[in-house]
């Protein structure tokens, strides 16, 4: 059965890793016509802005969380609360960077809330989930 295989903090890393992959490799979709670092991106599902250095921060950090998430339990307990406090600092970070020109990822108000969302949700996974397991 895969869930006695994969722990709670496993399953969430390859969930959220494949989901960040698929939203940066979507962003290039919608941002071919935008500067790497462009301060305004495309819009991705009405809602979110993206450039195209921010859809290779999103890839990035999917593989990472995925390729803890497949390799070890202890791994993937690590691996979500350091990225869970990575986007944090982005969603803070973005609540100063809007419509300012340091904002290099094209932060906005929608994409700040998904980085908050994300961040809870891996930071609690990677400190309260699986705490018995090995």
């Given at each position: 059965m895969i869930a006695a295989r994969f722990s709670r903090n496993r399953i969430v890393g390859i969930v959220a890793g494949a989901a960040?992959?698929?939203?940066?490799?979507l962003g290039f979709l919608v941002t071919a016509d935008v500067?790497?670092?462009?301060?305004?991106?495309?819009?991705?599902?009405?809602l979110l802005e993206v450039n195209p250095l921010q859809n290779l921060v999103h890839i990035v950090l999917g593989l990472i969380?995925?390729?803890a998430g497949i390799a070890a339990h202890r791994i993937a307990v690590v691996t979500n609360t350091v990225i869970g406090v990575v986007?944090?600092?982005?969603?803070?970070?973005?609540?100063?960077?809007?419509?300012?020109p340091t904002n290099l990822l094209a932060l906005n108000t929608w994409g700040n809330a998904l980085h908050f969302g994300s961040s809870a949700v891996l930071v609690?996974?990677?400190?309260?989930?699986?705490?018995?397991?090995?």
């Open positions: 960040y992959i698929a939203v940066g490799a500067a790497f670092t462009s301060t305004e991106g495309g819009i991705l599902v009405t969380l995925l390729a986007t944090f600092a982005l969603g803070f970070y973005g609540l100063f960077a809007i419509d300012a609690a996974v990677g400190l309260g989930a699986d705490r018995t397991e090995e």
